[in-house]
C-alpha cells in the first residue's frame, strides 16, 4: 500500500504564483523528502526533512512537516514554467532491514507562462 | 560515473521473451535501487542491493523477476516470460549511504521504458 498519498493528484497555475501540494502518510518516518520528476526522466531529490524538523527552505522551496497530522507540504514559490514537472513525497521509514524509501502518487504541476 | 546510467533507454519485446535491464550506479554508492513506475503512477518498489546482497527483495511482483548486482557496481534486472502487465518504466538509483546509515537520499538514473506487445 501507498505510504505517501499526495494532493492534489494535479494542479495548474500562472507563472509568478505560488504553487503548494501536501503529502500525507500512515507510519512513523525517520525523514521525508521531496522529489521531481521532468516528464520522460528520472527523479531528482529537491529536499529532506527530518522526523524531528518542523519547517526546511531551499531557494524557492518550503517544505513543512506535522508529525502529529502525519503530513507534509511543498510550497513553491514565484513559480516558472521551467517547475512544469511530478512532484513526489517519500517517506523514509524504520524497518527492521532498515530504511525504507516509499513514494507516493505525485502531484502533476503545470505552470502557464 | 558522474551520474545514474540505465541501458537501454527504450525496449520494445513480445510477449513471452526475456529482458535485460541494466543500472550503472554512481561509483562509489553502496545501495542500488530498482523501482517500476506505470505510465502516471508513482514509483513501486522492487528490489534493494546493499553492495552484492539484496537484503530487501520483498517488492518483486512474481518469480519471473529476478535481479544481480555484482562487484558491487553494475545491476541487472531480468523479466522473463515477459508479459503486457510488465509495460512500464523501470527506474534504477544508488544512494552513499543506504538504508542502515540515517538519511537516505536516491539519485535515480533516467530509466528503461519497456514496452510488451
Known amino acids: 500500500s501507498q505510504q505517501g498519498e499526495e494532493d492534489p493528484q494535479a494542479l495548474s497555475i500562472q507563472e509568478g504564483e505560488n504553487a503548494t501540494m501536501n503529502c500525507s502518510y500512515k507510519t512513523s518516518i525517520n525523514n521525508l523528502q521531496w522529489y521531481r520528476q521532468n516528464s520522460g526522466r528520472g527523479l531528482v531529490h529537491l529536499i529532506l526533512i527530518r522526523s524531528n524538523e518542523r519547517e526546511k527552505h531551499s531557494g524557492r522551496l518550503r517544505v513543512t512537516l506535522d508529525t502529529s497530522k502525519k503530513s507534509s507540504s511543498l510550497l513553491i514559490t514565484a513559480s516558472r514554467a521551467a517547475d512544469t514537472a511530478s512532484y513526489f513525497c517519500a517517506t523514509d521509514v524504520a524497518e527492521t532491514s532498515g530504511s525504507r524509501l516509499t513514494f507516493g502518487e505525485g502531484t502533476q504541476l503545470t505552470v502557464n507562462p | 560515473g558522474a551520474g545514474v546510467s540505465q541501458s537501454p533507454s527504450n525496449k520494445v519485446t513480445e510477449k513471452g521473451k526475456d529482458v535485460e535491464l541494466r543500472c550503472d550506479p554512481i561509483?562509489?554508492?553502496?545501495?542500488l535501487y530498482w523501482y517500476r513506475q506505470s505510465l502516471g503512477q508513482g514509483l513501486e518498489f522492487l528490489i534493494y542491493?546493499?553492495?552484492?546482497?539484496?537484503?530487501?527483495k520483498s517488492g518483486l511482483p512474481s518469480d519471473r523477476f529476478s535481479a544481480e548486482r555484482t562487484g558491487g557496481s553494475v545491476s541487472t534486472l531480468t523479466i522473463q516470460r515477459t508479459q503486457q502487465e510488465d509495460s512500464a518504466v523501470y527506474l534504477c538509483?544508488?544512494?552513499?549511504?543506504?538504508?542502515?546509515?540515517?538519511?537516505?537520499?536516491?539519485?535515480f538514473g533516467a530509466g528503461s521504458r519497456l514496452t510488451v506487445l
Open positions: 538509483a544508488s544512494s552513499r549511504q543506504g538504508r542502515l546509515s540515517g538519511a537516505n537520499v536516491l539519485t
Open positions: 542491493f546493499q553492495g552484492n546482497s539484496a537484503p530487501d
Open positions: 561509483s562509489g554508492h553502496t545501495a
